[in-house]
Protein backbone atom coordinates (compact mmCIF):
# COMPACT_ATOMS: atom_id res chain seq x y z
CA UNK A 1 0.00 0.00 0.00
CA UNK A 2 1.43 3.55 -0.99
CA UNK A 3 2.32 5.76 2.24
CA UNK A 4 0.79 9.02 0.35
CA UNK A 5 -1.54 10.93 2.76
CA UNK A 6 -4.32 13.48 1.94
CA UNK A 7 -6.36 15.25 4.70
CA UNK A 8 -9.01 16.19 5.12
CA UNK A 9 -11.10 13.12 3.24
CA UNK A 10 -13.86 15.38 2.76
CA UNK A 11 -14.24 18.75 3.71
CA UNK A 12 -17.77 20.95 3.16
CA UNK A 13 -17.17 24.76 2.92
CA UNK A 14 -18.73 28.47 2.04
CA UNK A 15 -17.72 30.39 -0.96
CA UNK A 16 -15.93 32.54 -0.28
CA UNK A 17 -13.50 30.64 2.01
CA UNK A 18 -9.56 30.29 2.03
CA UNK A 19 -9.22 26.48 2.08
CA UNK A 20 -5.55 24.56 1.83
CA UNK A 21 -5.76 20.30 1.00
CA UNK A 22 -3.00 18.84 2.62
CA UNK A 23 -0.81 15.85 0.60
CA UNK A 24 2.05 14.06 2.18
CA UNK A 25 4.03 11.06 1.08
CA UNK A 26 6.71 9.22 3.11
CA UNK A 27 8.58 7.49 -0.18
CA UNK A 28 10.62 10.00 -0.82
CA UNK A 29 9.88 10.50 -3.79
CA UNK A 30 10.84 13.38 -6.42
CA UNK A 31 7.88 14.04 -8.26
CA UNK A 32 4.03 15.01 -6.99
CA UNK A 33 1.22 16.10 -8.39
CA UNK A 34 -2.29 17.28 -8.08
CA UNK A 35 -5.32 16.05 -10.47
CA UNK A 36 -9.00 16.81 -9.88
CA UNK A 37 -11.70 14.27 -11.07
CA UNK A 38 -15.42 14.81 -11.10
CA UNK A 39 -17.78 11.91 -10.88
CA UNK A 40 -17.79 9.45 -13.72
CA UNK A 41 -15.11 11.66 -15.98
CA UNK A 42 -11.22 11.16 -16.17
CA UNK A 43 -8.45 12.76 -14.14
CA UNK A 44 -7.38 15.94 -14.81
CA UNK A 45 -4.13 16.94 -13.93
CA UNK A 46 -3.66 20.32 -12.36
CA UNK A 47 -0.26 20.80 -10.51
CA UNK A 48 3.19 19.03 -10.78
CA UNK A 49 6.37 19.45 -9.14
CA UNK A 50 9.86 17.91 -10.28
CA UNK A 51 11.04 18.57 -6.44
CA UNK A 52 11.60 20.98 -4.49
CA UNK A 53 10.78 24.72 -5.00
CA UNK A 54 9.45 23.20 -8.35
CA UNK A 55 5.82 23.88 -9.35
CA UNK A 56 4.02 23.66 -12.55
CA UNK A 57 0.57 24.20 -13.91
CA UNK A 58 -0.92 21.22 -15.37
CA UNK A 59 -3.37 20.68 -18.74
CA UNK A 60 -6.68 21.66 -16.68
CA UNK A 61 -6.92 25.20 -16.23
CA UNK A 62 -7.32 25.92 -12.07
CA UNK A 63 -7.49 28.97 -9.96
CA UNK A 64 -5.70 26.83 -7.45
CA UNK A 65 -2.24 27.43 -6.47
CA UNK A 66 0.35 24.73 -5.36
CA UNK A 67 3.66 24.74 -3.15
CA UNK A 68 6.51 22.94 -2.84
CA UNK A 69 8.85 23.75 0.25
CA UNK A 70 9.81 19.97 1.38
CA UNK A 71 10.25 16.80 -0.65
CA UNK A 72 7.53 14.89 1.45
CA UNK A 73 4.61 17.85 1.23
CA UNK A 74 2.50 19.30 -1.90
CA UNK A 75 -0.64 21.10 -0.17
CA UNK A 76 -2.95 22.52 -2.62
CA UNK A 77 -4.92 26.17 -1.79
CA UNK A 78 -7.78 27.98 -3.22
CA UNK A 79 -7.80 31.57 -2.06
CA UNK A 80 -11.53 31.98 -2.54
CA UNK A 81 -13.45 29.19 -2.95
CA UNK A 82 -16.36 28.59 -5.20
CA UNK A 83 -19.13 26.06 -6.42
CA UNK A 84 -17.70 25.86 -9.74
CA UNK A 85 -14.36 24.33 -7.46
CA UNK A 86 -16.65 21.09 -6.35
CA UNK A 87 -15.00 17.90 -7.20
CA UNK A 88 -12.22 15.17 -5.75
CA UNK A 89 -8.91 16.33 -5.75
CA UNK A 90 -6.30 13.49 -6.06
CA UNK A 91 -2.62 13.74 -5.28
CA UNK A 92 -0.19 11.57 -6.62
CA UNK A 93 3.67 11.03 -6.59
CA UNK A 94 6.67 9.05 -8.55
CA UNK A 95 9.94 8.51 -8.43
CA UNK A 96 12.21 10.33 -10.87
CA UNK A 97 12.06 7.77 -13.92
CA UNK A 98 15.43 9.03 -14.48
CA UNK A 99 17.09 7.09 -11.84
CA UNK A 100 18.02 4.07 -12.46
CA UNK A 101 15.95 1.02 -11.55
CA UNK A 102 13.30 3.07 -11.06
CA UNK A 103 9.54 2.61 -11.77
CA UNK A 104 6.89 4.30 -13.80
CA UNK A 105 4.26 3.79 -11.04
CA UNK A 106 2.50 6.67 -9.71
CA UNK A 107 0.81 6.45 -6.37
CA UNK A 108 -2.61 7.73 -5.03
CA UNK A 109 -3.65 9.10 -2.25
CA UNK A 110 -7.05 8.30 -1.13
CA UNK A 111 -8.40 11.98 -1.91
CA UNK A 112 -10.12 14.80 -0.80
CA UNK A 113 -14.02 15.39 -1.90
CA UNK A 114 -14.33 18.91 -1.71
CA UNK A 115 -17.99 20.78 -1.72
CA UNK A 116 -18.55 24.72 -2.08
CA UNK A 117 -21.80 25.56 -1.00
CA UNK B 1 -5.51 14.09 -30.52
CA UNK B 2 -3.94 11.91 -27.82
CA UNK B 3 -7.00 10.01 -26.58
CA UNK B 4 -7.79 7.09 -24.28
CA UNK B 5 -11.54 5.69 -24.96
CA UNK B 6 -12.72 3.17 -22.53
CA UNK B 7 -15.83 0.44 -23.22
CA UNK B 8 -17.87 -0.31 -21.93
CA UNK B 9 -18.86 2.17 -19.95
CA UNK B 10 -20.51 0.11 -17.15
CA UNK B 11 -20.96 -3.66 -16.57
CA UNK B 12 -22.50 -5.66 -14.12
CA UNK B 13 -21.75 -9.41 -13.49
CA UNK B 14 -22.64 -12.27 -11.36
CA UNK B 15 -20.17 -13.41 -8.80
CA UNK B 16 -17.80 -16.07 -10.17
CA UNK B 17 -18.26 -15.18 -13.73
CA UNK B 18 -15.00 -13.67 -16.03
CA UNK B 19 -15.54 -10.27 -17.47
CA UNK B 20 -13.33 -8.86 -20.18
CA UNK B 21 -12.78 -4.35 -20.46
CA UNK B 22 -11.47 -2.89 -23.26
CA UNK B 23 -9.22 0.04 -23.37
CA UNK B 24 -8.33 1.65 -27.20
CA UNK B 25 -5.80 4.38 -27.21
CA UNK B 26 -3.84 7.04 -29.94
CA UNK B 27 -1.31 8.22 -27.91
CA UNK B 28 1.78 8.56 -29.50
CA UNK B 29 4.97 8.23 -28.94
CA UNK B 30 4.01 5.18 -26.86
CA UNK B 31 5.39 4.56 -23.36
CA UNK B 32 3.71 2.39 -21.42
CA UNK B 33 -0.46 1.57 -20.66
CA UNK B 34 -1.17 1.15 -16.79
CA UNK B 35 -4.59 -0.28 -15.32
CA UNK B 36 -5.73 1.36 -12.47
CA UNK B 37 -8.85 -0.32 -9.92
CA UNK B 38 -10.11 2.95 -7.75
CA UNK B 39 -12.87 2.02 -5.45
CA UNK B 40 -15.65 4.85 -4.97
CA UNK B 41 -14.53 7.87 -2.67
CA UNK B 42 -10.85 6.52 -2.79
CA UNK B 43 -7.55 6.98 -5.47
CA UNK B 44 -6.39 4.44 -8.05
CA UNK B 45 -4.74 1.84 -7.18
CA UNK B 46 -2.20 0.49 -9.48
CA UNK B 47 -2.67 -3.18 -11.18
CA UNK B 48 -0.45 -3.50 -13.77
CA UNK B 49 1.93 -1.74 -15.85
CA UNK B 50 3.18 -2.83 -19.69
CA UNK B 51 5.64 -1.07 -21.53
CA UNK B 52 6.03 -1.72 -25.81
CA UNK B 53 7.54 -4.59 -25.46
CA UNK B 54 5.49 -6.53 -22.94
CA UNK B 55 1.80 -8.08 -24.48
CA UNK B 56 0.71 -9.51 -21.14
CA UNK B 57 0.71 -9.53 -17.35
CA UNK B 58 -1.21 -10.88 -14.59
CA UNK B 59 -1.62 -9.96 -11.59
CA UNK B 60 -3.57 -12.55 -9.49
CA UNK B 61 -7.16 -13.02 -11.41
CA UNK B 62 -6.14 -9.98 -13.26
CA UNK B 63 -4.63 -10.06 -16.35
CA UNK B 64 -3.79 -7.19 -19.22
CA UNK B 65 -2.97 -7.66 -22.84
CA UNK B 66 -1.57 -4.87 -24.79
CA UNK B 67 -1.42 -4.63 -29.02
CA UNK B 68 0.92 -2.17 -29.53
CA UNK B 69 0.37 -2.15 -33.09
CA UNK B 70 -3.59 -1.92 -33.09
CA UNK B 71 -3.12 0.38 -30.14
CA UNK B 72 -5.37 -1.83 -27.90
CA UNK B 73 -5.65 -2.76 -24.73
CA UNK B 74 -7.79 -5.42 -22.35
CA UNK B 75 -7.85 -6.59 -18.96
CA UNK B 76 -9.80 -9.69 -18.24
CA UNK B 77 -11.02 -10.96 -14.27
CA UNK B 78 -11.56 -14.28 -13.47
CA UNK B 79 -13.66 -15.67 -11.11
CA UNK B 80 -15.04 -12.28 -10.10
CA UNK B 81 -15.67 -11.26 -6.50
CA UNK B 82 -17.88 -8.69 -4.71
CA UNK B 83 -14.82 -6.46 -4.25
CA UNK B 84 -14.13 -6.34 -7.68
CA UNK B 85 -16.51 -4.08 -8.07
CA UNK B 86 -14.73 -0.57 -8.66
CA UNK B 87 -14.07 1.73 -11.66
CA UNK B 88 -11.25 0.57 -13.87
CA UNK B 89 -9.30 3.00 -15.45
CA UNK B 90 -6.99 2.56 -18.72
CA UNK B 91 -3.56 5.36 -18.59
CA UNK B 92 -1.41 5.76 -21.17
CA UNK B 93 2.14 7.27 -20.92
CA UNK B 94 3.76 8.75 -23.78
CA UNK B 95 8.00 9.27 -23.81
CA UNK B 96 7.50 12.39 -26.02
CA UNK B 97 8.45 14.57 -22.79
CA UNK B 98 10.67 14.55 -19.39
CA UNK B 99 6.96 14.49 -17.11
CA UNK B 100 5.80 11.23 -19.06
CA UNK B 101 2.48 12.59 -19.74
CA UNK B 102 0.09 10.49 -19.03
CA UNK B 103 -3.68 9.50 -20.85
CA UNK B 104 -6.31 8.76 -18.65
CA UNK B 105 -9.57 7.22 -19.88
CA UNK B 106 -12.46 7.60 -17.92
CA UNK B 107 -12.95 4.33 -16.73
CA UNK B 108 -15.63 0.98 -16.70
CA UNK B 109 -17.67 0.64 -14.12
CA UNK B 110 -18.09 -2.89 -12.82
CA UNK B 111 -20.21 -4.25 -10.73
CA UNK B 112 -20.34 -7.37 -9.22
CA UNK B 113 -23.86 -9.11 -7.83
CA UNK B 114 -23.87 -11.91 -5.57
Known amino acids: EADIYQTPRYLVIGTGKKITLECSQT?????MYWYQQDPGMELHLIHY???????EKGDLSSESTVSRIRTEHFPLTLESARPSHTSQYLC????????????????FGPGTRLTVT | KNQVEQSPQSLIILEGKNCTLQ??????????LRWYKQDTGRGPVSLTI?????NTKSNGRYTATLDADTKQSSLHITASQLSDSASYIC?????????????FGRGTQLTVWP
Open chain 1, 92 to 107: ASSENVRKAGSSYEQY
Open chain 1, 27 to 31: MGHDK
Open chain 1, 49 to 55: SYGVNST
Open chain 2, 23 to 32: CNYTVSPFSN
Open chain 2, 50 to 54: MTFSE
Open chain 2, 91 to 103: VVSDRGSTLGRLY
